[in-house]
Structure formats: C-alpha cells, structure tokens
C-alpha cells in the first residue's frame, strides 16, 4: 500500500482545504449532504470558509443515482480527486463488486488513481468499503455500520474492524459508523483541524451536538428494557457540573439509587463506555476547551478539568490527542485570530 502519511503543512490551511466527495451510484442522500453540510459551513472569526468542498463522480460529469426517488447531477468527474486534500466517499447501495468480492470496478480504481500521495481518506458507514477494496485499510482499525461489520471483517480480513464505535481516527485515514455517525466524524475533523470553537459553533448551526458520548452499542438493536427501569442521565448531568471535583463510581450509582454493579452494567449498555472512560473523555473536552479560550496555567487546567496535576492530564491528553497540553495550546491558541 502507498505511503498515506498526510501533508500537515499542505493540512496546514495556507489556502482552503479542498475536500471531495464521491458520489457513487445508489448513493444516500443524506449522507452525501453531510461534508458540504459542515466543512461549508466552517469559518474564520472573520466569516472567511475554511474549506472548499466539491462533489464528483467516478465517470465524466452527469445524473448519479441515488437509494431514492431521484437523480442527482454532478457537475465534476474523477479529475477533481486530483484536488483534493481530503477525499470523504459516503455509503451507496450499489457497491457491486466492491461489497460483494471486496474489489474495485475498473472505473472506481482509475478514479482512484488520481489521489495525490498524502490525500486523507474518509468514509462514512458503507463507503469504508471503497477504501478496503483500494487496500487503504489493511492492517488498520476501521469501523462500518454495525449490521455490515461481520460481512465487512470477513470480506477484508486484514482491516481490524471495530463494530462499537462512532468512528475510528487513525490520522490520515478516517471511518465512521453508519448514517449520522458521518455527522460525529466531520465535526471531529474541524475540531481537529481548527479546534473547538469552530467545531461547536458549526454544530450550533446544524443543530447538532458537538460531540456524542459512547458507540454504536447504544444504537445495536436489543430487547427493549422494562419501562420502570430508570437511566443513567441524572448522573452524567450530575458529573458535568463537577468535574473539577474528585468523582467515584459509587457517588455516580448514588444519583441514580443503583448499586455498583447495576450502574455499571446501565450505564454501559446506554452510553457504550464504561463510566470511567466516560468521565475521562469529558475531562479530556474540558481541558481542550481551557487550553484553548482560557490564559489558565496548566496546572489550573489540569484542576479545573478534574485531572488534579498537570501530570495526570498530560498523560490523558498525551493518550487522547497525541500531544501535550503545552502543545495543544501552542497549536490552537496560536491561530485564535485567523480563525
């Protein structure tokens, strides 16, 4: 497979970041509404885009078809993937060969072929399908809609897939978990492009939340429980409002007149994490958030985001984001006044 490693100085925004959707036959409409719907919506302080987001096919331009009652018209062919900083392919319902044999049409594989080196590579629920078939996933993590992920593992063998996530991150290749998952996965792309205030404030805009909780096990689908049984809700409400205080897993179970055990077990079949890794990534979004829009040394930080030293949140941070949080400020707050 070819070298993916991505071009941070060309990432790096000295002009807009082009990305290109592909649009295949049997593609899904909302799916494939998804980028333009939050990378065109992203911008600077100063109302500039930040990306420039084309759609094309991979014939000369003309009708696509799509899951639904209508065509649409693309108006780029697969020469605008030689564009492209980042290629997103949503799902399609007429993959072909690409879902049944796990192999690449002819005229997917020379569209394909105009990719330059360094190019991101996204896809959204099925559309991963495309990108193992190319053999951008081998040897990878990836994740798919939960109902294709037992077909998907045994057409691609060599992908790791992981079923009971939203999406997967693995730096210059990105895949997403069915449908809406698209929605988590392109604001977790603005964040990590333009941080936080720009991802929350294109999720205001859409109406969305700027960050789930949890995986696709919330979503899987299961016996439904008995109307009486309550939820884990007032405890994480109760845990947001103090995160900067110590938390233990029993004073959760507490909020919700549990024991440990049944809070535990609730709280992971609601949410799709354990309540532990889920108070971590809360404080991880918190200590972004400080870093970024707030003068406070590390150290307050690190207390305000419930980490205690600056040593815990460098470590979670180091585990969560890959950098420091010296780093993270340095990267974010440094490019405050383009943004």
């Excluded at 690409?98 to 959204?124: F, M």
């Excluded at 941080?195 to 016996?223: C, F, K, L, S, W």
């Amino acid at each position: 497979m070819a070298d993916r490693t991505h071009d941070h100085t060309r990432a790096g925004f000295s002009r807009k970041h082009r990305v290109a959707v592909l649009a295949l036959d049997g593609v899904i409409p909302f799916e494939l509404g998804i980028p333009q719907r939050i990378f065109g919506r992203a911008r600077t302080t100063a109302g500039e885009l930040l990306y420039d987001v084309v759609t094309c096919s991979a014939r000369p331009p003309g009708p696509v078809r799509t899951d639904a009652d209508f065509a649409i018209l693309v108006e780029h062919g697969p020469e605008a993937l030689a564009t492209a900083d980042t290629l997103i392919v949503p799902a399609s319902y007429e993959l072909g060969p690409v879902y049944e044999e796990g192999r690449l049409t002819d005229e997917l594989a020379a569209a394909l072929a105009h990719l330059r080196p360094g190019t991101r590579l996204v896809s959204i629920c099925t559309g991963g399908y495309v990108l193992a078939a190319a053999g951008f996933l081998d040897g990878r993590p990836a994740t798919t809609h939960w109902s294709s992920a037992e077909h998907f593992q045994q057409l691609f063998p060599r992908v790791r897939v992981d079923a009971d996530v939203l999406f997967i991150d693995d730096g210059d290749v990105l895949t997403s978990a069915g449908v809406a998952a698209g929605l988590d996965l392109c604001l977790h792309l603005v964040r990590r492009d333009h941080g936080t205030a720009v991802a929350n404030e294109v999720a205001r805009r859409t109406v969305v939340p700027p960050h789930r909780d949890g995986g696709q096990a919330q979503y899987i689908q299961r016996p439904v429980p008995e109307p009486q049984l309550a939820t884990t809700s007032m405890a994480r409400a109760w845990a947001l409002g103090r995160l900067h205080e110590p938390i233990q897993l029993r004073d959760m179970a507490e909020q919700e007149v549990m024991s440990v055990r049944t809070f535990t077990r609730r709280f992971r079949e609601e949410v799709g994490v354990s309540p532990g890794q889920w108070l971590t990534r809360q404080r991880v979004e918190r200590a972004r958030h400080l870093l970024e829009s707030s003068g406070l040394s590390v150290d307050q930080v690190a207390r305000d985001a419930g980490f205690g030293t600056a040593q815990s949140m460098r470590q979670h941070l180091q585990a969560a984001l890959g950098v420091t949080p010296t780093t993270y400020r340095r990267t974010f707050r440094a490019t405050e006044g383009t943004r």
